[in-house]
């Protein structure tokens, strides 16, 4: 028997082993071998920086990482395969029906059948047990690559219109691939688990109109999480679907269809247009509610600066004087700062704040007194005062940005009737077809990474390295307060992935084969490879919220 040597590790943050395996050995084998060590079960690997199915054989001298769902590109294969899965169920039980794979809502996939009656309760139980029945005869997940005129002909015979104009309009794609289930033939982008016996944890729940396909969370691999009605974002996603339809684009090849000239022009005004319009309407309604600290929060790469300034004129517009002020600037000294399990100075924790003197100036300003509001200085990691002494205004308003905006150990001494609290988060309406979804995490680390290349100097390779640690930061501060908030801001533009190609790509593609986050940077290309360039964003207003990220900003000091 022949065999070959490989370098093998069974987490990506542990050493490489050297070991022997026979030539041909496939990846799921010896993740086989391997399993009763690990918490968790390998679902792919690594292979030489590239991410595998398992399926995958060894042939050569190779570097091999077992992956589980912590990562997030194979979290979202086994969201690929659980939808497969899905979709090859309803086929089975109810026929050849249209099926929308939505939003991210609720911990899971917000899908409707689109057949002109609601699911029943025992069709719905019905679609359950097909799906646990292929789970347990551990059917086969089947590719094909072809190229596109043989990928058009297979969709033409399946009827896939959406996918059909989502390949016309994408003209990068030479091959493709399909997978198939038992005979159900679909096309998804990105790879998939080897078969349904890997899907061993998920949910279906009735809700509203459609469907919730539930799944694991990356941080806890082995459990359906809890659920939340998350009513809010619900809203918040159809009035995206509804600005959708006034702009006349859900999908990928309808953006792609007013990606140049006037078309794109009227697109962009649009988008920006309906922005202004509920920034304007948020405005109203603290008015109204007469509330005068206004707390806003939102994951990374929200838009919450260029969202605060814009707030603070349109409040300016209906008579109001806001002072608008950040919480970056109430760091703690550096010496102070809480660490994290690695011992690095961890800035997310709400502990990095000085809560106390933060508390006592907000009090201060909204009692009509004066404070001496610091600024925090990142290079020698400590307040300075003596700059900002302001004194509040009879009924001013106090508008905060910060990630921890919506948790109330941040204002704990201050009276909840002075609080307004707005959750901001880009929440794409898009599809890159009627089963292929954007995650809106994609839209939020392309605009971050274009930020740090433009204005921290950090290149794309690191951007992808500290990602995962942003993603932990948030899951614990700031998605767990969400439902807080009095209303809900998207800050997602219909139009901004055919702008973001442009400055992405380039940033992209500096990262090599031989660089570890070498498989995300090529799954982000392929990803944008769906989308035509808008080449000239003179278009886009200097108060827009994208400009905070590709420059440009009117607000950017």
Not at 340 to 357: C, M, R, S, V
Not at 492 to 512: C, D, N, Q, R, S
Request: one cysteine or more; aromatic letters at 8%.
């Amino acid at each position: 028997m022949e065999e070959v040597k490989i370098r093998l590790r069974t987490d990506l943050r542990a050493p490489f082993e050297k070991i022997s395996v026979r030539k041909g050995l496939p990846l799921s084998e010896l993740a086989a071998a391997y399993q009763p060590k690990l918490p968790y079960r390998i679902l792919a690997a690594k292979v030489n920086r590239q991410l595998r199915e398992l399926n995958k054989v060894i042939d050569e001298p190779e570097d091999v990482t077992l992956l589980d769902m912590r990562a997030n590109a194979v979290n979202l294969m086994y969201q690929r395969s659980l939808s497969l899965l899905y979709l090859k169920a309803i086929r089975d039980v109810l026929g050849k029906v249209d099926v929308f794979l939505g939003n991210s809502l609720n911990k899971g996939i917000y899908t409707t059948i689109r057949r002109g009656t609601h699911l029943s309760a025992e069709e719905l139980r019905a679609v359950d047990g097909r799906m646990r029945e292929l789970v347990k005869a551990d059917v086969s997940f089947v590719k094909e690559i072809v190229d596109r005129e043989t990928a058009l002909a297979h969709l033409r015979e399946d009827g896939s219109t959406g996918k059909i104009r989502l390949l016309e309009s994408a003209a990068d794609f030479e091959w493709v691939a399909f997978y198939s289930l038992d005979g159900f033939r679909n096309y998804f982008y990105g790879q998939m688990l080897p078969s349904t016996g890997y899907i061993e944890h998920f949910e279906l729940r009735a809700y509203r109109n459609g469907v919730l396909l539930r799944f694991p969370h990356r941080s806890k691999p082995d459990e359906i999480p809890p659920y939340t009605d998350e009513k809010k974002l619900y809203g918040a996603f159809g009035e995206a679907n509804r600005w959708g339809e006034l702009l006349g684009i859900s999908m990928a090849a309808d953006l792609n269809e007013r990606a140049e000239g006037e078309r794109a022009v009227e697109m962009i005004q649009l988008s920006e247009a309906l922005h202004e319009k509920s920034v304007a309407g948020i405005a109203d309604r603290v008015a109204k509610e007469n509330k005068r600290l206004i707390l806003i929060a939102g994951p990374s790469s929200s838009g919450k600066t260029t969202f605060a300034r814009r707030l603070c004129i349109q409040l300016k517009v209906i008579g109001l004087s806001p002072l608008w002020l950040s919480t970056d600037d109430y760091f703690v000294n550096r010496a102070d700062c809480p660490t994290d399990a690695t011992g690095e100075k961890n800035f997310e924790e709400i502990t990095a704040l000085d809560l106390p003197l933060f508390n006592a100036h907000m009090n201060a300003l909204l009692h009509g007194e004066t404070a001496d509001i610091p600024r925090y200085d990142f290079q020698e990691g400590a307040k300075f005062f003596g700059e900002r002494i302001t004194r509040g205004k009879q009924g001013q308003l106090i508008v905060i940005e910060g990630i921890h905006g919506l948790n109330e150990q941040l204002t704990a001494d201050i009276d909840d009737g002075e609080k307004f609290k707005i959750y901001i988060s880009p929440l794409t309406a898009l599809n890159i077809d009627e089963h292929n979804r954007i995650p809106t995490t994609d839209v939020r680390f392309l605009r971050r990474m274009i930020r740090d290349a433009r204005t921290r100097g950090i290149d794309a390779k690191r951007t992808i390295a500290t990602w995962p640690a942003v993603r932990a930061g948030e899951d614990k501060n700031i998605f767990p307060f969400s439902g807080e908030a009095d209303v809900l801001f998207n800050s997602a533009h219909i139009y901004e992935l055919a702008v973001l190609k442009k400055y992405a790509m380039p940033l992209l593609g500096t990262i090599t084969e031989t660089d570890e986050e070498y498989s995300e940077a090529y799954r982000l290309r392929r990803f944008l490879q769906f989308f035509k360039t808008i080449k000239d964003d003179s278009a886009i207003v200097n108060n827009s919220i994208l400009r905070e990220f590709i420059g440009g900003s009117i607000f950017e000091v």
